[in-house]
């Protein structure tokens, strides 16, 4: 008699709905595949975003981490970080925990297109200056805004709001929100902030846009604790209108010897002197080549920060001294620009606000992929050794090989053909939690290399698909999980719609077929589809 010790599966019972987890699997990532439309944002534990309360068992350790004491007291955890051991009852935050009344003081304009808020909350608020907070406005919209203020010598939180086309928050925060009206928000959240232990050290502060507002009060906060290093402070903008603040810069300067602030513009300056013309990283990092040992604060523009992040790696600056924040989607990137790649491979794409498009249709390369039979034993190969490689399997706990590849497909399948049928997210959003360095991108460039040489596709068209690929390494290669940018603004795009599927496909919840036809619930942030078997779960 052979007796089989069968493991307990875990079950997560949320809505009155049991949902069982899968070994070595997230809380959060439980209820997505079972399609629950449940919050969350950058998965790795940094914006709370995903908080949820535990109200049978004791959540386990790692899963408050970073969580405040009384929030502890009474059960909740981040369900990115919760790897379930027992059976868990699950319930919704409660406003009257997490969120925190405030009244608008004051509104004043710093520029034509920037407003500062200045904020009374109803209870004492503990924050460090360069922290964020997310208001939470009008029909549940809900945005990050990082504090300008420094507790020790402001009594009102500092925020300050650009303006955005189309913006909801903005928009209403500009135009709807008064003195006197009251808001909610939750946080203060985040870790950059003045490192009071490193005073010793030389700071480099880049910002663009309303990124200046958290290196104000970081410098601020600096300048008044007595920090002996030296501090640079570059201000970028599109022109020389955006520079805000000035009189404030120019005054900390004046007052302080080891302050020193630059003035930076896409387009030469008419107005203001000691403006300096050209892209503000670069101009800093000229300025300033060898940073072994500074701290590095980054803010704004997300293709500047996520740039500045990497150079500031190849100057000497360890990732642990690199703090920033590129949730603000300045004006900079609003422009339509080129993507550069080797001339020879003749493959055009642009940048269009925070979304790279695809590039122009390779007949060529349809055609020598056997109209994609080939592309399917290329992926095949190719994640065969994904899925067995130490470095890069970890990235895909909890995906199935058979989805994964029927994705990857229908994404180049798009970009070889020019037909729509890939409705995921594009790489920067899809990758934007993902911590991966140059090193591990290069390794699975080789992979990709190698599968395609065993599958015999001829040279020119192997350099030609390793330079589509590069087109997105800007997006996905970076030292720290990065804010989602949808539409200008960091938007917390949760929910579910439906389709008409154009093309076949797998359920992600119960890996059934999906057939060309069939109408399918799929979540907006994820891309995961569910079939109409599923459906009802994601109601």
Same mark, same amino acid.
């Given at each position: 008699l052979i007796i089989k010790q069968v493991k307990h599966l875990v079950s997560i019972t949320y809505k009155n709905e049991r949902y069982l987890s899968r070994d070595g699997e997230s809380v959060l990532d439980t209820l997505l595949r079972h399609g629950v439309n449940a919050p969350f944002s950058c998965k790795k534990g940094v914006c709370h975003a995903c908080l949820l309360r535990c109200t049978n068992v004791a959540p386990p350790e790692l899963s408050v981490k970073g969580i405040k004491p009384k929030l502890i007291e009474k059960q909740y955890f981040l369900p990115c970080q919760c790897f379930p051991e027992q059976d868990m009852d699950i319930a919704r935050a409660r406003s009257r925990d997490i969120l925190t009344r405030a009244v608008l003081a004051e509104k004043n304009l710093l520029s034509n297109d920037v407003c500062q808020l200045l904020i009374e909350p109803t209870t004492q608020v503990y924050y460090h200056a360069g922290q964020f907070i997310n208001l939470h406005g009008v029909d549940e919209v809900v945005r990050s805004y990082s504090l300008a203020s420094v507790p020790t010598q402001d009594y009102y939180l500092e925020l300050h709001v650009r303006r955005v086309a189309d913006g909801l928050m903005s928009n209403w925060l500009f135009d709807d929100f008064n003195v006197g009206d009251e808001i909610e928000f939750h946080g203060p959240i985040g870790k950059c902030y003045y490192q009071r232990d490193s005073d010793q050290q030389n700071m480099l502060l880049i910002s663009t846009g309303t990124g200046l507002a958290p290196h104000?009060?970081?410098? +601020?906060?600096?300048?008044?604790?007595?920090?002996?290093?030296?501090?640079?402070?570059?201000?970028?903008?599109?022109n020389e209108q955006g520079h805000y603040q000035r009189d404030l810069l120019a005054g900390l300067a004046a007052?302080?010897?080891?302050? !020193?602030?630059?003035?930076?513009?896409?387009?030469?300056?008419?107005?203001?002197?000691?403006?300096?013309t050209g892209q503000v990283s670069e101009i800093a990092f000229n300025k300033h080549s060898k940073l072994s040992g500074w701290l590095v604060y980054l803010s704004g523009n997300p293709d500047m920060v996520n740039h500045?992040?990497?150079?500031?790696?190849?100057?000497?600056?360890?990732?642990?001294?690199?703090?920033?924040?590129?949730?603000?989607?300045?004006?900079?990137?609003?422009?339509?620009?080129?993507v550069k790649i080797p001339a020879e491979t003749e493959i055009k794409a642009v940048v269009v606000d925070e979304k790279r498009k695809f590039p122009d249709p390779d007949p060529e390369m349809w055609a020598a992929l056997d109209n994609g039979a080939l592309m399917t034993k290329i992926l095949t190969t190719f994640y065969n050794q994904v899925f067995e490689d130490d470095l890069l399997s970890p990235y895909f706990?909890?995906?199935?090989?058979?989805?994964?590849?029927?994705?990857?497909?229908?994404?180049?399948?798009?970009?070889?053909?020019?037909? !729509?049928?890939?409705?995921?997210?594009?790489?920067r959003n899809n990758h934007h939690w993902m911590v991966i360095p140059k090193e591990t991108f290069d390794h699975r460039e080789a992979l990709m290399e190698q599968s395609l040489r065993k599958h015999g596709l001829p040279e020119h068209?192997?350099? +030609?698909?390793?330079?589509?690929?590069?087109?997105? +390494?800007?997006?996905?290669?970076?030292?720290?999980?990065?804010?989602?940018?949808?539409?200008?603004?960091?938007i917390p795009y949760e929910g579910f719609d439906t389709l008409v599927m154009e093309f076949s496909s797998l359920c992600d919840s119960c890996q059934g077929e999906i057939n060309k036809g069939d109408t399918v619930r799929y979540h907006v942030r994820m891309g995961t589809t569910y079939c109409s078997k599923c459906t009802d779960k994601t109601s």
């Open positions: 104000l009060g970081i410098v +601020r906060d600096a300048l008044e604790s007595g920090h002996k290093g030296s501090i640079h402070l570059y201000q970028g903008s599109v007052s302080h010897a080891n302050f !020193k602030y630059y003035l930076c513009t896409d387009v030469a300056p008419t107005q203001y002197e000691n403006v300096e500045a992040e990497q150079q500031a790696l190849k100057l000497g600056v360890t990732a642990q001294d690199i703090f920033s924040d590129p949730f603000e989607h300045s004006p900079e990137t609003e422009d339509i620009t080129e706990a909890g995906v199935t090989k058979q989805r994964l590849i029927g994705k990857v497909y229908n994404f180049h399948y798009q970009m070889f053909t020019g037909e !729509k049928v890939y409705f995921g997210e594009r790489p068209l192997i350099q +030609r698909w390793l330079a589509y690929e590069e087109i997105y +390494r800007e997006d996905i290669v970076k030292y720290k999980p990065i804010n989602k940018i949808l539409f200008g603004e960091e």
